[in-house]
């Protein structure tokens, strides 16, 4: 394995704990900020199906979070 893609690795790792972190915390902005413009979060029906954008994805993870944003 070479270096480079240790530190992608460590960049991935770094990703998942931020957004675990920001999900947690309540802090959509900083939530949706991990995601490039057209992002696409896929999800079940049960939960609107596929949000693409950071706006939408905003949107749609405040509404089923239990935090006041």
Known sequence: MTVKELLEIEEIKRLRIMYSH????????GLVDLFCEDAVCEFGENYGGDWVGRETSRQNYASYTSNDI
């Open 22 to 29: 920001y999900l947690d915390g309540g802090d959509l902005d």
